[in-house]
């Protein structure tokens, strides 16, 4: 039996192998004594003719079966465009596919089209049938083509169920407002895409980014301000996911090349969430990121924002106020809309007419007349902020101002007797004053109407389960080794509780500034950004960092954890000097060396004045990057040597320390007036002196950055 079947496939072959000769002869393709080689060939190393003839090179592969669909009369197809139907590759598995080196193509109710690259395969035909219980019906791909198209579609196959897997969960996901849904609603694709969302809001992530790299598309969610990967689509399906977020938001999918946006609704377990969607072409392709934005998260009311005593007081203090501009100001992600719903809930009490104009609406508050802008229909930030003046507003919440005159409506808004709240995505503060005035807004209206900034960053709190509690010397050392007070915990190993990130939710670290006469007549006659900054370092405000440290000595949050959301800073001392040059002026000759030994011993270089007359010289001389002087000295004193500096021009940005035995606030307040960036009082302890030195170019530092 078996003999019988051997016997009549070869000679099908035979026949089909010339044939095959016939047709390359008949082409011209190849010549009689290169074809006797090549059937030479063919029976010495147990290949078929139409590979021999390819392998000896005498024609491509294309050449050769494409002469072999002419002597067999099948299709030859090329498989690299083409895309299986899904139920085909399902009804022949892997394992057969691979076996007779076949891609199933087509599938209708009783024929099973497939592609081969060896016609008239008896065992291929029956497998096949048998696996999908049709008619086998073959068409002639080649073997190159076909191994490609099996890689590719029997591993994307595998690997999206893999991931379907993984991500899938009894959540129920429907499109609302969504662009076009024609494709079937079961396809794997879709499903995974609901899934990333779905998944997202279950974590409560803000963001999802996607983002093409070499073994496909990374999937990572943002939680708790952190990016965590969370899946990788494998490169063969990377398009489909991208176009199918991209449908959905409405954008074109034939542009890859510039960014675009657009936004999407679905319900996630009939909870309503909005998607805004961003694309970005980068080298490896589009990169998405998408803003998970669940709308029905309540807002809470100012002092659930976590703020301290003080903070709180100074920023009710502000919205209390019947007119006045609050800003809140943070890079993406520090919660500036959290902070802003917080003061539309305190603010509402059914006897204002508060209204919001917000790109988009990422919460519902009731009692607040909320507009959404939708730039693309026409109906911009500055076009709808003129009809909410005619509406006859007490309050006005701008979710950001982005251009001129957004920022022109705002400082009139405020001037002119309404309370006017918004955001602007700026590093700090004092960047945030310049910015308003980059935009066009006259720096005498922000002197006049501000009446609050607030600043934040949101850390991650230490886990309270496996955080590392350090006993009293070892937080007192730990704290020295970073120039801050005490480390008073680190984060622990990590467990359950904390997905193992030693991290649980985030706390915000904020300065809320209210602006003195000092700082509005800075900010009034145009002052630059260190002017700016140097003007609120004397006002009563601790910075971030400050409240940032406090949070570290309570044990609350890790030192990482300030440094890494605060601007990362060197830590070891040799790298934070950098060989910055300290003028140190007293007549003191031992408080002289002291402080020399100890800046020295940190890295600094130290240069030595005895009086005023000399910090002038010297500073003209050899432009230190920081000054520290006493206040009491013969010939030139403190006071008048840092009022000189002030006043002249190529030292005026110079940094000023005061070092004095002079413990009294009027003497501190008086020295801050003049100019001094820092006050610090003899006796001293050592590591004092450096935490406060690092900190000011820190400072330093960080304004050479803004501006
Ligand atoms: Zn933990």
């Keep these: ?153 029997y591993e994307h196959l595998g690997d999206i169920d893999l991931l379907l897997a993984r991500v899938r969960s009894e959540t129920s996901v429907e499109m609302v407002d969504c662009g076009d849904a024609k494709i079937p609603t079961d396809s794997p694709v879709i499903d995974l895409c609901n899934q990333i969302i779905a998944r997202a809001v279950g974590a409560g992530a803000s963001d999802v980014h996607i983002e093409p790299t070499k073994q496909g598309l990374m999937v990572r969610y943002r939680l708790g301000g952190i990016l965590e990967p969370a899946l990788t689509v494998p490169v063969e399906s990377a398009n489909l996911v991208c176009n199918r977020y991209k449908v959905m938001a409405r954008v074109d999918i034939s542009v890859k090349q510039r960014p675009q946006d657009g936004a999407f609704r679905l319900s996630i377990n009939g909870r309503p969430i909005d998607v805004r969607l961003s694309t970005l072409p980068t080298l490896n392709g589009e990169k998405l990121v998408m803003r998970v934005i669940d709308s029905r998260v309540e807002s809470q009311g100012l002092d659930s924002l976590g703020y301290d005593a003080d903070n709180l007081a100074r920023l009710k203090r502000a919205l209390d106020r019947p007119d006045g501009l609050v800003l809140v100001t943070g890079p993406t992600g520090s919660g500036k809309t959290t902070v802003l719903y917080s003061a539309l809930h305190h603010l509402r009490t059914g006897h204002t007419n508060i209204i919001s104009v917000e790109d988009p609406v990422e919460r519902q508050i009731d009692g607040v007349n909320q507009i959404p802008v939708n730039s693309r229909a026409g109906n911009t930030f500055a076009a709808v902020l003129r009809s909410v003046l005619r509406q006859d507003p007490n309050v006005i919440m701008v979710g950001e101002v982005r251009d001129n005159e957004v920022a022109q409506i705002v400082g ?153 959301v605060l601007a990362a800073e060197p830590i070891t001392a040799s790298r934070q000097a950098g060989g910055k040059r300290v003028l140190v002026v007293d007549d003191d000759r031992i408080t002289r060396m002291l402080v020399k030994l100890l800046l020295e011993k940190d890295g600094y270089v130290v240069l030595e004045g005895k009086n005023g007359h000399e910090a002038l010289e010297i500073a003209h001389r050899e432009r230190p990057d920081l000054l520290i002087v006493d206040l009491l000295m013969p010939e030139m004193d403190g006071y008048q040597a840092i009022e000189t500096i002030r006043q002249d021009i190529s030292l005026s940005t110079l940094p000023v320390m005061v070092l004095t035995a002079e413990d009294d606030p009027a003497i501190e307040e008086r020295v801050l007036e003049l100019g001094a960036d820092d006050y610090l009082v003899k006796p001293f302890e050592p590591q004092v002196l450096l935490s406060r030195v690092r900190a000011a170019f820190r400072r330093i530092e960080r304004a050479a950055v803004a501006v």
């Design 1 to 153: 039996m078996n003999q019988v079947i051997e016997s009549k496939r070869i000679s099908s072959q035979n026949l089909i192998g010339s044939r095959f000769s016939d047709v390359l002869l008949s082409q011209a393709l190849i010549n009689q004594h290169d074809l006797h080689i090549a059937g030479a060939h063919a029976a010495h190393q147990h290949v078929s003719l139409v590979d021999a003839v390819v392998e000896l090179g005498f024609v491509s592969e294309l050449q050769s079966y494409g002469a072999l669909a002419t002597a067999t009369g099948l299709r030859l197809i090329e498989l690299s465009g083409l895309t299986p139907s899904n139920l085909a590759l399902r009804l022949v598995p892997e394992r057969v596919a691979r076996k007779h080196d076949i891609l199933p193509i087509t599938e209708d109710n009783r024929n099973l089209t497939y592609a081969i690259s060896r016609p008239f395969d008896a065992d291929a035909e029956r497998d096949v049938a048998f696996a999908s219980g049709r008619s086998p019906h073959a068409v002639i791909a080649r073997p190159s083509d076909l191994q490609l198209a099996l890689d590719k579609h």
């Design 412 to 564: 009139q808004a405020a001037c002119t007797g309404h309370l006017v709240l918004t955001s602007l995505h700026t590093t700090d503060s004092a960047s945030a004053i310049i910015r308003l005035v980059n935009l066009g807004l006259e720096p005498f209206k922000i002197a006049e109407s501000l009446t609050a900034i607030v600043s934040q960053r949101l850390v991650r709190k230490l886990c309270p389960t496996c955080r590392n509690v350090h006993n009293d010397v070892d937080a007192k050392r730990l704290g020295r080794d970073h120039g801050v007070e005490s480390v008073a915990a680190s984060a622990g190993r990590g467990c359950d509780r904390c997905r193992h990130s030693g991290y649980v939710e985030r706390i915000p670290v904020a300065e809320v500034l209210t602006p003195d006469d000092h700082i509005r007549e800075a900010i009034g006659r145009g002052a630059t950004v260190s002017e700016i900054r140097a003007a609120m370092h004397g006002a009563e405000c601790r910075s971030m960092r400050e409240r940032g440290l406090e949070l570290v000595a309570e044990g609350i949050t890790s030192i990482e954890e300030i440094n890494r």
